[in-house]
């Protein structure tokens, strides 16, 4: 079964750094997606930074210039570095792979931004 295994969440100040690691396991072929969401209690889930099929990257606007995605295809991982954090960053950041049959979703690890 697939899963998806997040890290490097936890507590900085603004302005700080942390980067985000998500280990892809199991059965996967055909991969469409893969990135990252986040979501604050009583608000949708909203897309932080994403590969398409294709190899391009997308990025919110809130988080262009300061957030960056890759991937290690060797480690079968996704990151998320995210620098000069701001208090409207704190959230549960998902890790999240699309294929063409089916979408998967990560635990979640929570990123906390301290003014």
């Known amino acids: 079964q697939v899963q998806l295994v997040e890290s490097g969440g936890g507590l900085v100040q603004t302005g700080g750094s942390l980067r985000l690691s998500c280990l892809f396991s199991?059965?996967?072929?055909?991969?469409?997606?893969m990135g990252w969401y986040r979501q604050t209690p009583g608000n949708e889930r909203e897309l932080v930074a994403s590969?398409?099929?294709?190899?391009?990257?997308n990025y919110a606007d809130s988080v262009k210039g300061r957030f960056t995605i890759s991937r290690d295809n060797v480690k079968n991982t996704v990151y998320l570095q995210m620098n000069s954090l701001k208090p409207e960053d704190t959230a549960v950041y998902y890790c999240?792979?699309?294929?063409?049959?089916?979408?998967?979703w990560g635990q979640g690890t929570q990123v906390t931004v301290s003014s």
């Open positions: 590969f398409t099929n294709a190899g391009i990257t």
């Open positions: 199991g059965s996967i072929s055909s991969i469409k997606a």
């Open positions: 999240h792979l699309r294929t063409i049959v089916a979408a998967y």
